[in-house]
């Protein structure tokens, strides 16, 4: 079983859409939670951290579930600019354990 | 502010040479981490560093990569006598502290 999982999709969802990415973790000793934004053959960037307490950032709400194991990434809204490859990560002390990614493609 | 900085950004290198990948992280931070990126494929950890220490290398292949943080000057990662299965994008972030890492724009290695 992989450390990471994550739906690779993709996504087709029309503009406008309301979309939802899960992500499971198999490391209870995780300590923290991220989800990053990757655009084709560019570097992944950082969208948000992820909180027990849940966290949003304008059309992004993020959430994280440590009894289940899994995180999640909601996106109101969406724009033909969200379209991306979404990571989660999950970190311990020293390094960072990714998912594969899912794939979002936001259509008209 | 400049963000984290790697290069070359395109490096091609012919089976058995040696590859050299620079990153200089986001001025303060003195975390520095190396991944690696197949096509198709996840980010997988290569190793942690601070500054002239390596404090996690668990992700490094035990032949033939090296990767250093010296008091002074950028992070390298080395690969020696390369093969075609090296070829992979390779990305460098950085931290301030022991979180929220930020990404290079990774180096390209393709092996002839």
């Known amino acids: 079983r992989k450390e990471v999982e994550q739906d690779p999709g993709p996504f087709n969802v029309p503009e406008g859409a309301t979309v939802a990415f899960n992500c499971t973790y198999s490391?209870?000793?995780?300590?923290?939670f991220f989800w990053y934004r990757q655009d084709c053959r560019k570097e992944p960037k950082l969208l948000m951290s992820?909180?027990?307490s849940g966290n949003e950032d304008g059309r992004f709400t993020a959430q994280l579930n440590r009894a289940s194991q899994y995180i999640s990434l909601l996106i109101r809204d969406s724009k033909l600019s969200d379209s991306a490859t979404y990571l989660c990560?999950?970190?311990?002390?020293?390094?960072?354990?990714f998912g594969t990614g899912t794939r979002l493609q936001v259509t008209l | 502010n400049a963000g984290v900085m790697q290069n070359p950004r395109h490096l091609v290198r012919r089976r058995g040479q040696e590859a050299r990948l620079r990153c200089s992280p986001v001025?303060?931070?003195?975390?520095v981490y190396w991944y690696r990126q197949l096509p198709e494929e996840g980010l997988k950890f290569m190793v942690y560093?601070?500054?002239?220490?390596?404090?996690?290398e668990s992700g490094m292949p035990k032949e033939r990569f090296s990767a250093e943080f010296p008091k002074e000057g950028p992070s390298i990662l080395r690969i020696q006598q390369v093969v075609r299965g090296d070829s992979a994008a390779y990305f460098c972030a950085s931290s301030p502290r022991r979180d929220e890492q930020f990404f290079g724009p990774g180096t390209r290695l393709t092996v002839l």
């Open positions: 001025k303060g931070h003195s975390h």
């Open positions: 490391n209870s000793a995780s300590q923290s």
């Open positions: 992820v909180y027990s």
């Open positions: 560093l601070q500054k002239e220490n390596i404090i996690d």
């Open positions: 990560g999950t970190g311990t002390a020293s390094k960072l354990t």
